[in-house]
């Protein structure tokens, strides 16, 4: 699982160099592994300060966040906000993040 995560957090941070929008999944690792957003990596809302900086250096960049209802991506978002980061976006649940990343796909 950690060479997974390591991989992942690779991806997302040359994602964030390239101006691609950073997926974060704020829902509990076994939520995550039950189903997710491909783009996507899982970080927990409670951790999301504590990680961001290694996943995202730009704190303007375009970061969607998702859970089951959007109430944790919501404590997220106003937790990055906290720490500056100012292109915050709660989607909502899984179902709506498909359909946002889908329509951005277009």
Known sequence: MKVITAIALLFLSAASWA????????RTPGE???GHLEAAI???H??????????????NAEIYLYCRSGNRAGIAKRALESEGYTNVTNVGGL????EKFAAMAE
């Open 19 to 26: 101006g691609e929008p950073v997926w974060l999944d704020v």
């Open 46 to 59: 409670g951790e999301v300060v504590d990680q961001i900086s290694s996943l995202v250096e730009d704190k």
């Open 95 to 98: 179902s709506d993040a498909r």
């Open 32 to 34: 995550f592994n039950a």
């Open 42 to 44: 899982n970080v927990p």
